[in-house]
C-alpha cells in the first residue's frame, strides 16, 4: 500500500480554492493496515531521526498547524508524537494576543516561541492567524499600529510578503517548516462541537467562541484559501490535509515528518578529538578493573541506599 503526499501539496504560486480539495480519508487506503503497521512503523522511525537531530544539533523543524476550530490539531499532535523524546519537542499554541504582545510587531511572539537547533517546534495556530482571523473580524483598529499602516490597501499584500521573506531567512537558516492546514468539513466540524457538549470527558474543550466563528465559515473558507494561495513556496509549503477522519489525518502528518526528516538526514556527530585524545587514558583506567568486583560493589552500594530511605 502506497500513500502519495502530492496531491496534498500546494504549489508555489497556484491558486487555490478549498471547494477543491476533499476532507475525506482516500477511499483506497486500508485503514486497518495504516493503524496497525505503517502508522506505528512511520512514528518509531521519527523518533529515531529526532534522536539525530537533536544529537547533531544544525537543524530545526518547525509544524505549522492551520485550521477551522475542531479539526483535530491538538489530538493529531498527541498521536503522532507521543513517543518523542519531550527533550527534543516543542509545542506552543497561539491565542489571542496580550496586552504585551500587542505592543510588538506581530511576528514578535512567533520569533520567540521558534524552536532551537535539534528540536521540532509545533506551533497550533501561528502567525498566519493575522492574515485570516485579524483580517476577518477588522481587528488591527484595536491594536496599537499607527493609522498609516491600518489605512494602507496594500497592508494583506505587505504582510504576506513579510511572512514569506521571514520563513525563507529561517530556511537558509537550517530551519525547515512544514505548513499544513487540516481541511475539515462542515457538518464533521458540527459533529464534533456537539460531542463536546455531549460528552462529559470533552466538556473542557467547548468554547462558546467555537459556536460564534462557525457563523464566518464561508468568510474563512475564502480567507484560507487566500492564505494558501499566496504563502505556499518551495522552502515552506502548504499541505491540505483532508481531515474528517483522523486516522488518515494522522498518517499524513506522519509521513510528512518522516520526509522531513529524512531529508535533512541527520548523523549522530562523530566523537570529538579531545576524546579521542584521550583513549588510551581511558583504556587505562579500566585495564586494572575486575569487573565482576565491580558489579558486586555497585549492587552492595545500591542495596545500602534502599534501606536507608
Not at 23 to 48: G, W
Not at 88 to 117: M, Q
Not at 131 to 147: I, S, W
Not at 160 to 187: A, P, T
Amino acid at each position: 500500500m502506497k500513500i502519495s503526499l502530492d496531491p496534498y501539496l500546494i504549489r508555489e504560486k497556484s491558486k487555490v480554492s478549498l471547494k477543491d480539495f476533499s476532507t475525506k480519508a482516500d477511499p483506497k487506503i486500508n485503514r486497518e493496515e495504516v493503524e496497525q503497521n505503517l502508522f506505528p512503523n512511520i512514528t518509531k522511525k521519527i523518533c529515531e531521526l529526532q534522536e539525530k537531530l537533536w544529537a547533531e544539533n544544525k537543524h530545526g523543524v518547525i509544524i505549522v498547524f492551520q485550521g477551522m476550530d475542531a479539526a483535530g490539531k491538538d489530538s493529531a499532535v498527541k498521536r503522532v508524537f507521543s513517543d518523542v523524546n519531550p527533550a527534543g519537542l516543542s509545542i506552543v499554541s497561539f491565542k489571542a494576543p496580550s496586552t504585551e504582545e500587542l505592543d510588538h510587531d506581530y511576528l514578535w511572539r512567533i520569533n520567540k516561541a521558534l524552536p532551537p537547533r535539534g528540536v521540532i517546534g509545533v506551533f497550533n495556530r501561528s502567525h498566519y492567524e493575522d492574515v485570516v482571523t485579524v483580517r476577518l473580524h477588522n481587528l488591527l483598529n484595536k491594536g496599537t499600529l499607527p493609522d498609516e499602516i491600518i489605512n494602507d490597501l496594500d497592508i494583506w499584500k505587505d504582510r504576506y510578503e513579510q511572512i514569506c521573506n521571514w520563513e525563507k531567512y529561517l530556511y537558509q537558516n537550517g530551519f525547515r517548516m512544514i505548513k499544513i492546514f487540516l481541511h475539515v468539513s462542515k457538518d464533521e466540524q458540527r459533529r464534533r462541537l456537539a460531542e463536546r457538549i455531549i460528552n462529559p470527558e470533552k466538556h473542557y474543550k467547548f468554547d462558546l467562541s467555537d459556536i460564534r466563528e462557525r457563523q464566518y465559515w464561508d468568510e474563512y473558507q475564502s480567507l484560507y484559501s487566500d492564505m494558501l494561495s499566496r504563502s505556499s513556496t518551495k522552502y515552506a509549503p502548504w499541505y491540505v490535509l483532508p481531515a474528517d477522519n483522523k486516522w488518515y489525518t494522522r498518517i499524513l502528518i506522519a509521513m510528512l515528518v518522516e520526509n522531513t526528516l529524512n531529508t535533512i538526514d541527520p548523523k549522530f556527530p562523530p566523537m570529538s578529538d579531545n576524546v579521542k585524545s584521550q583513549i588510551q587514558t581511558i583504556q587505562e583506567l579500566f585495564e586494572d578493573v575486575d569487573i565482576k568486583e565491580f558489579s558486586e560493589m555497585l549492587r552492595k552500594l545500591s542495596k545500602g541506599k534502599n534501606r536507608n530511605k
